[in-house]
């Protein structure tokens, strides 16, 4: 560990669930939960027709916005996608490259990248989610894994990424929605390992989140740890007593 204290994240993956009444009503119960807590930054990540209403909900709190995905061009002949510009409007943060977009969707290393560059030309905080499969992980190639989609988002970059302006989610893509996390230990060395890989490479790293069956169980746990700065919470971000819990224990860091 390295740098002056960061403030904990955790940041809630909604994911493709809820109405919009249900994600507004969700927001609701977040910002009643977790407004008051000043020692981290809450961000909650509905899906993209949720923005304008969430962020009605959460205006003038601590409680920050932002997207799960977003497309490299800025407009265009691009049917379906969501622009940076677009967003800029309407949240802070947006969250690239996460595994369900890799392993579902087919999205690259480079086209993560892409998405990061266009986040931090609109002035959004990019969140980066990496991490290994099973069987890579079973191979012994975790570091090589998250150096290379790591690699491969900085060589995207055409203006220099600041250690605020972005934010690493180490998720294993086994411990994603299985209710199987990586033990604090596994998760320390590698957040330790991607915050030293990226220092080499820009002289700062950002943020580094854990991510990966997130639960009020095993949060404060893995907060403990010197190089985990917080969570992107799936499955339990959903419920909102549960929520706070995790928000709480980030708190308490
Ligand atoms: P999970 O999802 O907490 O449900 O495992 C985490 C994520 O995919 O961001």
């Known amino acids: 560990m390295s740098g002056t204290p960061r403030l904990p994240m955790v940041a809630g993956n909604w994911k493709m669930n809820t ?13 009643e939960r977790c407004s ?25 709190s601590r409680v920050r916005l932002g997207a799960q995905d977003v497309f490299w ?41 892409r998405k990061l560059a266009a986040a931090v030309r609109h002035g959004l905080v990019g969140i980066v989610a990496v991490g290994e499969t099973e069987s890579e992980h079973d191979a012994g190639d975790t570091f090589a894994v998250v150096d290379r989609q790591l690699d491969a988002v900085l060589a995207a970059q055409s203006t220099a990424l600041t250690a605020d302006g ?11 929605g299985t209710g199987r996390t990586a033990t604090p230990e596994q998760a320390q060395e ?10 080499r490479r820009l002289g ?15 949060a404060a746990e893995l907060f403990a740890c010197p190089d985990i700065d917080g969570g992107l919470v799936g499955g339990a971000s959903l419920k909102p007593d549960v929520f706070a ?9």
């Open 19 to 31: 109405t919009v009444a249900e994600g507004v009503a969700l927001a609701a119960a977040v910002l």
């Open 36 to 60: 008051a807590e000043t020692a981290v930054d809450v961000v909650v990540l509905p899906p993209f027709v949720h923005l304008q209403p969430v962020r009605e909900v959460l205006a003038g």
């Open 73 to 113: 061009e800025d407009s265009g002949a691009y049917t379906g996608e969501v622009s940076a510009a677009m967003l800029a409007d309407l949240c802070d943060l947006v969250l690239v490259g996460h595994s369900e977009r890799r392993h579902l969707l087919g999205e690259t290393d480079a086209e993560t990248g």
């Open 166 to 176: 972005w934010v690493i989610a180490y998720e294993p893509v086994w411990a994603i």
């Open 190 to 199: 590698v957040c330790a390992h991607i915050r030293v890989h990226v220092e």
């Open 204 to 218: 700062a790293a950002p943020r580094v989140l854990y991510g990966g069956s997130v639960s009020a169980a095993n």
């Open 245 to 253: 819990t995790i928000v709480a224990a980030a708190g308490t860091r």
